[in-house]
């Protein structure tokens, strides 16, 4: 994320919202990411969504992450440095994403929101999951985040990463509970 935001050429759909909110409340980017996944979270209970060990670490370690980083990488000037640092940041987010979901130890509680909204609603993932990444970047644009080409690349290539990087990453086998084998009934003995 941090590389991302160094780049200079467009935010992470959700850092677009997060810098700009940390630009009007004079905060740091990760304290702003850290809230805001909180105040996800506390979406999650109308949607009886269950936070796991994951989605916990995911709200408070991203930030602290977020802000370390940026704290000591600085921002390059040069074209082809800016656009090294995007394109790493979004294979590493790749990576990240894949290696917490693999675990499967609780969503981060944006994904964990989308999922919610999507079996509480009935409609598609695509759907939920463009109106809030759409909904976060038109805010976080207005509030003055920064929208560009970087985010543009990370929405097109943040899921055909995670899919490719999934298998590698994944304790167990990822098979969604739906689709698990129920065992079968056994028919109690006759008596005698």
Do not use: F
């Amino acid at each position: 994320m941090a590389l991302i935001i160094r780049s200079a050429l467009g935010n992470m759909p959700w850092d677009v919202l997060h810098q700009g909110l940390a630009d009007r409340l004079d905060r740091s980017i990760g304290t702003v990411a850290i809230a805001v996944g909180a105040l996800v979270l506390l979406a999650w209970i109308p949607l009886r969504q269950r936070p796991g060990l994951g989605t916990v670490s995911n709200v408070v370690v991203l930030g602290l992450a977020l802000d370390a980083t940026l704290a000591v990488v600085p921002a390059p000037s040069s074209l082809p440095l800016r656009v090294g640092l995007l394109l790493a940041g979004v294979l590493l987010n790749g990576v990240a994403t894949a290696a917490y979901i693999g675990v499967q130890m609780g969503p981060g509680p944006r994904d964990g929101l989308m999922t919610g909204l999507v079996r509480r609603t009935g409609r598609s993932v695509r759907l939920v999951r463009t109106t809030i990444e759409v909904a976060v970047v038109a805010c976080g644009w207005l509030l003055g985040g920064t929208l560009g080409l970087g985010t543009v690349l990370y929405a097109v290539a943040i899921g055909p990463l995670v899919q490719v990087l999934l298998p590698g990453l994944s304790v167990g086998p990822a098979v969604s509970p739906a689709a698990r084998p129920t065992p079968p009934t056994v028919a109690p003995a006759p008596p005698g």
